[in-house]
Every structure is written in C-alpha cells, then in structure tokens.
C-alpha cells in the first residue's frame, strides 16, 4: 500500500517544521510550501536530511490562486496523492486600525486566508475520489479572542474556522473531515522577537500554565486529526493555549 501524502503549507517556520517532522515521524509522505523569496531552502532541507527526512518543498506564494494550483499538480505528480492538508502558511503585518495600510489588510488576508481557500480546493477533489482527506487549517489564539495592532490577522485567523464549519458540512459525507487549531503564543522565532519585557508583563501573565507553548505539541495534535482514528472529528475548533483563552 502507498505511502500516505500530507501536504503543509509554511512548512518551513517553526511551527511548520515541527508538523512536517511529526508527520513523517506517523509515516506520512511530507511535502512542505515555501515563500519563494524564502532564503533559507536549501539549509533547511539539509537539516531534515540530516535528520532522516526526506521532505519534497515546493515554492510557492499561497496568496495566488495560480500558484496554489500550480504547488499542488506538482504534489500530485510526485506523489500521485495527497491525503492531509495542513494550512498552516501565515504572517503578520501589525498596525493599529488607523495606521493600517491598505496593503497590510490585503497581504496577511491573501497568505493566511485566501491560500486556505485556493489551496483547499486544489487538493479537494482528489480527496473526495478517494473518499479520504483531512483538512487541518491552523488559526490562532487571536482569531478567537483579538489582539490589539491585529486587525488583519485576527480577521483572518477567525474566518479559516468559519470557512473549517461550512465545508465540514459539505464533505463530511465524503470521508473528509475539516478541521481548526487554534494555538497559543508558541516557543518560535517570531515570538521570540516579541521584546522580553512585553513578554515578561503582558504575555506571559496571561497564560495560566506560565510559559509558552512548544511547537511539537502543536504538532502532536496535528497528527492525531491527521490519524484514521479522528474520523469523527470534523468542525471542530480545538485550542491549544495553555489555558490563555478558553471557549
């Protein structure tokens, strides 16, 4: 039997990493999307190497339908499948309201919504075909409760789970399940540019287990809904933040 195929985007990040490595630590097939002007390809890949994994990336701007399309026919060919979908590209451009620009509106909506779309649909079909598919789309802490300077972030980390409801019902009949993570402030690089006093007297008081969240766990959690056995898990919103907001 062929290797099951997981597909994430941002595959590169810190949370991505982890997901890519969780994956192929189940047995899944790991292909992993990289921003173009992304510099940091090749060192990557030699890292997992060193690792024992062997990770297919491919660039592409998840903010352009053609480029979605074009990222997954060539998954396709490769592998012949995909199985997991995990939508986990992202970035921030933080701005109060009133200094936002309208690019900066624009940009986080394109990479951290609108790729949840195009990359979704691009991979659907073949899913439905085989009766089989996870979708898992990664939101934030901050799509559910809001941050100050985020605006477009929170937007579009709370529209990935009301897009995770409407086609969980549509493919739930299908053998698909669709899916939200909703992660607290993780042990990242782009955390950790957070200046330390914030972090000291605004963030970290506000997690009641004390510190921050590890990428694995994240991914450890990833995999279950990527497993058989979360097949009837679908729709769900399932937040992983220490306790930071609870719903």
């Not at 899944?28 to 060193?50: E, I, K, M, Y």
């Not at 200094?99 to 790729?115: R, Y």
């Not at 802490?141 to 990935?160: E, L, P, R, T």
Request: hydrophobic share 45%; charged share 20%; proline share 3%.
């Amino acid at each position: 039997m062929r290797k099951q195929v997981a597909l994430v985007t941002g595959g590169l990040g810190g949370l991505g990493t982890a997901v890519c490595r969780r994956l192929h630590q189940e047995g899944f097939l790991v292909a992993a999307t990289c921003s173009p002007s992304n510099g940091q390809r090749h060192a990557w890949l030699s890292a997992r190497r060193d690792e024992g994994m062997d990770v297919l990336v491919v660039e592409a701007d998840v903010a352009d339908d053609g480029a979605c399309a074009n990222a997954v026919a060539r998954v396709l060919a490769e592998t012949g499948r995909i199985d997991v979908l995990v939508n986990n590209a992202g970035i921030t451009r933080d701005r109060s309201l009133r200094k936002m620009a309208v690019d900066d509106w624009h940009a986080v909506l394109g990479t951290n919504l609108d790729s949840v779309f195009s990359m979704t649909r691009h991979v659907l079909e073949q899913m439905i075909e085989r009766r089989w598919g996870r979708v898992i789309n990664i939101s934030s802490v901050n799509g559910q409760q809001g941050a100050f300077g985020q605006a477009n972030y929170a937007a579009a980390k709370a529209g990935m789970h009301g897009f995770t409801k409407a086609l969980a019902l549509e493919v739930a009949r299908h053998g698909v399940t669709v899916n939200t993570v909703s992660p607290g402030y993780l042990d990242t690089n782009m955390v950790r540019d957070v200046p330390p006093q914030v972090m000291k007297e605004r963030i970290l008081p506000g997690i009641p287990v004390g510190r921050l969240g590890a990428p694995d766990e994240v991914a450890g959690l990833v995999a279950y809904l990527a497993s058989e056995g979360a097949g009837y898990v679908t729709g769900a919103n399932i937040a992983i933040n220490g306790g930071q907001h609870m719903c």
